[in-house]
T-cell receptor
């Protein structure tokens, strides 16, 4: 079955370290998204990609970067982790092709990141 | 960033009761989606709506795309304990694949 996976599921790191969170989807979807979820803020978009070599900033992109070298993967990098980046991170994908259902996003299980 | 207004914020109901929640915006949307999130997991898509006035069911869940295109409603009939979780609405505007999410409704069901 097609799926979207994230790794690691839990990560503890120190302030200033570089951290990379992995996201892998097997639906062959064009679109991939990264969100963070914090109490009181719901889901906020960090970065997104509409295809290979395409990346775009979301509403809370400062301190984060992504790159899309293939269809299946969109890793999220925290260049220098800060305590304010302690959160739960979700990856999602959607087909992005025309027709009904093109923007239905399917989410991974999430990564809980703690920055000490 | 823009967020959708979702109400109520939380609900505490007895098993067997019906539930209603809604999502409103000041902007027009051309897609409304409803998700459910269980603790420690990612949101799961429940229902997708693509036309103003559309009414769609998924088991005990029914959702409607408001005719003004600025709101959507989710009803759950005869609630059961596994309905517990956070329900999110999400909307998409014309010419974008991005979703804007509501603030969520936390549902608790008591036996």
């Amino acid at each position: 079955d097609a799926e979207i996976t994230q790794s690691p599921r839990h990560k503890i790191t120190e302030t200033g370290r570089q951290v990379t969170l992995a996201c892998h989807q097997t639906w062959n979807h064009n679109n991939m998204f990264w969100y963070r979820q914090d109490l009181g803020h719901g889901l906020r978009l960090i970065h997104y990609s509409y295809g290979v070599q395409d990346t775009n900033k979301g509403e809370v992109s400062d301190g984060y970067s992504v790159s899309r070298s293939n269809t299946e993967d969109l890793p999220l990098t925290l260049e220098s982790a800060a305590s304010s980046q302690t959160s739960v991170y979700f990856c999602a994908s959607s087909s992005g092709t025309s027709g009904r259902g093109y923007n239905e996003q399917f989410f991974g299980p999430g990564t809980r990141l703690t920055v000490l | 960033g823009q967020q959708l207004n979702q109400s109520p914020q939380s609900m505490f109901i007895q098993e067997g009761e019906d539930v209603s929640m809604n999502c409103t915006s000041s902007s027009i949307f051309n897609t409304w989606l409803w998700y459910k999130q269980d603790p420690g997991e990612g949101p799961v898509l429940l229902i997708a709506l693509y036309k103003a006035g559309e009414l769609t069911s998924n088991g005990r869940l029914t959702a409607q795309f408001g005719i003004t295109r600025k709101d959507s409603f989710l009803n759950i009939s005869a609630s059961i304990p596994s309905d517990v979780g956070i329900y999110f609405c999400a909307g998409s505007q014309y010419n974008t694949d991005k979703l804007i999410f509501g603030t969520g409704t936390r549902l608790q069901v008591f036996p």
